[in-house]
């Protein structure tokens, strides 16, 4: 039977230590973003606006709220409906039934328009194309709500359904509240 002396086992305990610190130390940080100044550095944030870059009006796009040309910027079919599964009640006032809301100017039946194409202009189009499907999510159920949202927002084609089936999904659903459930 080998016997360990302190010799020989110090050193490699002290490797393994080592390598597990800067382990540790390089899971916390995010990577840098290439071009991004160093932490500390004085140079501005790589959030701040470019002061060259072109515009979206010198660039010749539209923002979303910018209504293209024959139609508004935004048009939306919202399809409310509730689920079978899990005998959950749904939210106060959700309702089933069929909206239509535009943007540029505001309009259709939806009961509060001004307020979702103000959340539209602010959340974008992030929501609404948003795939949580290989995400790692909460495993919870926060209601029976299905809303079906199809149509387009500017350029962009919108085909989704929003509900409540895990973590993921109740937050994508609470960032478009003013649109699918005001």
Do not use: Y
Request: aromatic fraction near 2%.
């Amino acid at each position: 039977m080998a016997q360990h002396t302190i010799a020989t086992a110090l050193p490699t305990r002290l490797a393994a230590l080592a390598a597990l610190g800067l382990l540790l130390t390089a899971c916390g940080n995010e990577p840098a973003e290439v071009g991004a100044p160093a932490p500390g550095s004085d140079e501005s944030s790589p959030s701040a606006p470019d002061q060259d870059a072109p515009s979206a009006e010198e660039e010749g796009t539209e923002s979303p709220q910018e209504a293209p040309e024959g139609g508004s910027a935004t048009e939306l079919t919202i399809e409310r409906s509730l689920s079978d599964e899990g005998g959950l009640s749904p939210e106060s006032g959700f309702e089933e039934g069929v909206w239509t809301l535009t943007c540029s100017p505001e309009g259709g039946d939806h009961p509060d328009p001004e307020a979702a194409c103000a959340e539209i202009g602010e959340v974008g189009t992030d929501p609404f194309l948003l795939d949580t499907t290989d995400m790692m999510c909460t495993m919870q159920i926060g209601g029976p709500e299905v809303v079906r949202v199809t149509g387009h927002i500017g350029d962009t084609e919108v085909d989704t359904e929003f509900n409540k089936s895990n973590g993921c999904e109740i937050d994508r659903f609470a960032d478009v509240e003013a649109v699918i459930n005001p």
